[in-house]
Nanobody
Framework: QVQLVESGGGLVQPGGSLRLSCAAS????????MSWYRQAPGKERELVAS?????????NYADSVKGRFTISRDNSKNTLYLQMNSLKPEDTAMYYC??????????WGQGTQVTVSS
């Protein structure tokens, strides 16, 4: 069965960095587009970044993270990454990995908490 397991979250000071990982299994990772979403308390889940299937040559970012976050994938390790630099308190949220199987079928991980605070 499809499994997505996020890791790498934690507490970091403003201006710091974190790298999130999402280990995928149960499907052919390289064939599917992947995304990172986040949800802060009391807010809707929002798209942070997405990457195309294959070599990941096409990426997309929310305006709020452009220039600070980088999404990437390692198909040999079936792993999705999110490098987060220059973190701000407003980046505090639960971060989720999502795999897009088809337009109507997506799978989610359980999430990893990121807290940016001094």
């Amino acid at each position: 069965q499809v499994q997505l397991v996020e890791s790498g979250g934690g507490l970091v000071q403003p201006g710091g960095s974190l790298r999130l990982s999402c280990a995928a299994s149960g499907f052919t990772f390289s064939l599917h587009a992947m995304s990172w979403y986040r949800q802060a308390p009391g807010k809707e889940r929002e798209l942070v970044a997405s990457i195309s299937s294959g070599s990941g040559g096409s990426t997309n970012y929310a305006d709020s993270v452009k220039g600070r976050f980088t999404i990437s994938r390692d198909n040999s390790k079936n792993t999705l990454y999110l490098q987060m630099n220059s973190l701000k308190p407003e980046d505090t949220a639960m971060y989720y990995c999502r795999a897009t199987m088809t337009i109507a079928l997506r799978y989610w991980g359980q999430g990893t908490q990121v807290t940016v605070s001094s």
